[in-house]
Nanobody, 128 residues
Framework: QVQLVESGGGSVQVGGSLRLSCAAS????????MAWFRQAPEKEREEIAS???????????WYSDSVKGRFTISQDNSKNTLYLEMNSLKPEDTAMYYC??????????????????WGQGTQVTVSS
C-alpha cells in the first residue's frame, strides 16, 4: 500500500513559480513510477509529467506538451518525496494537481496513464 500526500499549491500571478511536493509512504517507493496529473474545472484529468528511477543515476521522465520546458518533475529518494517545479505559470495551468503512483511506467512512452495510487490533490490558481 502506498499513501501520497501533496502540498505546495496556492495562488500565484501569471509568470510566477510554484513547487509542489508529494510525500510518499510505502517500502516500494524507489521502484515506483510517479506522476503528476491535473484537472481543471469541467475538463478531464490529464497526466502532465512522470518519472521512474532505475538506479541512483538513471531516471526516465515524460512531459506533456502543455508543460514541457516550464515544469520539471524530480524526486528525492532520501525523503520519499516527489516534486513538481512549475515556472512561467499561465492562467490555463489553474487546476487541482494530483500526485499518482504505480509499479511501473509504460515501457514505450514512459507515461503512467492509469495509476493505482492517488493523493488527495492540491489546488493551483494562476491569475492575471
Amino acid at each position: 500500500q502506498v499513501q501520497l500526500v501533496e502540498s505546495g499549491g496556492g495562488s500565484v500571478q501569471v509568470g510566477g513559480s510554484l513547487r509542489l511536493s508529494c510525500a510518499a509512504s510505502g517500502s516500494i517507493y524507489r521502484r515506483l513510477c510517479m506522476a503528476w496529473f491535473r484537472q481543471a474545472p469541467e475538463k478531464e484529468r490529464e497526466e502532465i509529467a512522470s518519472i521512474q528511477s532505475f538506479s541512483s543515476i538513471s531516471r526516465r521522465t515524460w512531459y506533456s506538451d502543455s508543460v514541457k520546458g516550464r515544469f520539471t518533475i524530480s524526486q528525492d529518494n532520501s525523503k520519499n518525496t516527489l516534486y513538481l517545479e512549475m515556472n512561467s505559470l499561465k492562467p490555463e495551468d489553474t487546476a487541482m494537481y494530483y500526485c499518482a503512483a504505480d509499479s511501473a511506467c509504460d515501457s514505450i512512452t514512459g507515461r503512467l496513464r492509469t495509476p493505482k495510487y492517488w493523493g488527495q490533490g492540491t489546488q493551483v490558481t494562476v491569475s492575471s
